[in-house]
T-cell receptor, first 109, second 114 residues
Framework: KNEVEQSPQNLTAQEGEFITINCSYS?????LHWLQQHPGGGIVSLFM?????KKHGRLIATINIQEKHSSLHITASHPRDSAVYIC???????????WGAGTKLIIKP | DGGITQSPKYLFRKEGQNVTLSCEQN?????MYWYRQDPGQGLRLIYY???????QKGDIAEGYSVSREKKESFPLTVTSAQKNPTAFYLC?????????????FGSGTRLTVV
C-alpha cells in the first residue's frame, strides 16, 4: 500500500463547479504539502499544513490528523485551474517527502 | 526575482552518453534536491544536498551523480549506467532540509534518450 494515496486520479468538471481532491496517508506522516503542476511541468507549492485548514484565494486545504486525510478544495473553478494537483506527506522520522501520484484536473468552459 | 533555473528544458541524448542537467537557485536556500518523475507516478528523490560539498543519496540514486561546489548550484549527471534515463527531472530547494519547510521547484528538464 502506498504511503500517500490520492483520489480521484482524473477529474473533469464544468467551470464554476466546486472541486474536491482527496489525499489519504499512512502512519508516520505528520504534515501534508499540496502542489500544482501545470502542463509545462513546473511545480508550484500551494499549501503546507499539519493541522486545521488553510485558505488562499479560491483554494482551501484541510487536514484531519486523526483520520489521516487531507482535502484540497477549489471554489468557483475556472479553466485556468486545469493542472495536476499533487499531495506529498512529510515523514516524521526524517525530512523525506512521500509523493502521491497526482490528480489531473480539467475544467471545461 | 528569486527562483530556480533549470536548463535545458528539453534534452536529447544517444544511449550510452553521459548528460548533465543544470540547476541554479538565487534564493539563498541551503537544501537542494533532484527528483525524477515518470508518467502516472509520484516524484522520486534521486539526490539531495544540505550544505556545500555534501550530498546524500535518495531512493533511486543508482546511475546518477551530483556535485555541490557552490550553494546556488546542484548539477545532476545522468550516467550511462542509468538503465532507463528517459524521464522528467525536477530540481527543488528549501531553506533548510526538512519536509516541514516549503519547497521551490524549477520548471524541469525533459530528457529523452534515443
Amino acid at each position: 500500500k502506498n504511503e500517500v494515496e490520492q483520489s480521484p486520479q482524473n477529474l473533469t468538471a464544468q467551470e464554476g463547479e466546486f472541486i474536491t481532491i482527496n489525499c489519504s496517508y499512512s502512519v508516520g506522516i505528520s504534515a501534508l504539502h499540496w502542489l500544482q503542476q501545470h502542463p509545462g511541468g513546473g511545480i508550484v507549492s500551494l499549501f503546507m499544513l499539519s493541522s486545521g485548514k488553510k485558505k488562499h484565494g479560491r483554494l482551501i486545504a484541510t487536514i484531519n490528523i486523526q483520520e489521516k486525510h487531507s482535502s484540497l478544495h477549489i471554489t468557483a473553478s475556472h479553466p485556468r485551474d486545469s493542472a495536476v494537483y499533487i499531495c506529498a506527506g512529510a515523514r516524521d522520522s526524517n525530512y523525506q517527502l512521500i509523493w502521491g501520484a497526482g490528480t489531473k484536473l480539467i475544467i471545461k468552459p | 526575482d528569486g527562483g530556480i533555473t533549470q536548463s535545458p528544458k528539453y534534452l536529447f541524448r544517444k544511449e550510452g552518453q553521459n548528460v548533465t542537467l543544470s540547476c541554479e537557485q538565487n534564493l539563498n536556500h541551503d537544501a537542494m534536491y533532484w527528483y525524477r518523475q515518470d508518467p502516472g507516478q509520484g516524484l522520486r528523490l534521486i539526490y539531495y544536498s544540505q550544505i556545500v560539498n555534501d550530498f546524500q543519496k535518495g531512493d533511486i540514486a543508482e546511475g546518477y551523480s551530483v556535485s555541490r561546489e557552490k550553494k546556488e548550484s546542484f548539477p545532476l549527471t545522468v550516467t550511462s549506467a542509468q538503465k532507463n534515463p528517459t524521464a522528467f527531472y525536477l530540481c527543488a530547494s528549501s531553506i533548510l532540509t526538512g519536509a516541514r519547510y516549503g519547497y521551490t521547484f524549477g520548471s524541469g528538464t525533459r530528457l529523452t534518450v534515443v
